[in-house]
């Protein structure tokens, strides 16, 4: 359905899904850490639902404008909310449940935007000038957030994934494990350039939109 778009469609299209959507996922972040004891992110008023507050230059505009022109998908990051995992109240197991708070609020928001395309399709017959706009960013909004869901979730250091199964392995395997994370990043662009990253994420990607969808009544 995107595809009949222009570029400048689909910027604006896909824009305010995307700022929310990694907004949101550190947001989610900090908030889990406020509660079990770290007020870091707190103290630094990164829990404000204000983008301009968790704008990375970088990530949230350029990486995302170059991806788009480049490959046709938006994709970028916010400036990350700072944890200080050493501050918890129970440092393994709170550092699982706020590393699991991100891609939990990309669900969340996919759901969302699933609702805003439920909405969208009622008002095409009667107000189409405002239902088809409600669609195109409804199919964007769960797009994105299942992308950066289903990525987030992949098991390697430093993703929220890797900080999850550290959490859940035993203390020592845990240590030994949390060695990878300085070339996680490399591990991750191998996966990419190999193909096999889009082998494990589109699958996951169609779920969670299919999910999304069922709990808007979509489906």
Avoid: C
Avoid at 142 to 169: E, H, K, S
Avoid at 178 to 195: D, K, Q, Y
Avoid at 199 to 211: A, K, M, N, T
């Amino acid at each position: 359905m995107l595809d009949q778009l222009s570029i400048v469609q689909k910027i604006v299209v896909f824009a305010l899904p995307m700022i929310f959507a990694i907004t949101l996922h550190e947001v989610a972040h900090g908030w889990v850490a406020y509660k079990f004891g770290d007020d870091t992110a707190h103290a630094a008023g990164r829990l404000s639902l204000n983008p301009i507050r968790h704008v990375d230059p970088l990530g949230t505009l350029i990486v995302p404008l170059a991806m788009y022109l480049l490959t046709g998908f938006i994709f970028g990051w916010a400036k990350p909310v700072p944890v200080d995992f050493a501050r918890l109240r129970n440092p393994r197991r709170d550092m699982g449940l706020v590393a699991f708070a991100g891609p939990a609020a990309n669900l969340l928001m996919a759901i969302f935007w699933a609702l805003i395309l439920r909405v969208g399709l009622g008002l095409t017959e009667s107000t189409p000038w405002l239902g088809q706009p409600m669609i195109f960013m409804g199919y964007a909004g769960i797009l994105i957030n299942a992308f950066l869901m289903v990525l987030n979730l992949i098991p390697i250091p430093p993703l929220d994934g890797g900080r999850v199964l550290t959490a859940l392995l035993p203390r020592a395997l845990a240590e030994k494990y949390e060695r990878i994370e300085p070339v996680g990043i490399f591990i991750l662009l191998g996966l990419l350039m190999s193909g096999l990253l889009d082998w494990f994420l589109w699958p996951g990607i169609s779920l969670v939109s299919r999910i999304s969808g069922m709990f808007a009544g979509l489906a």
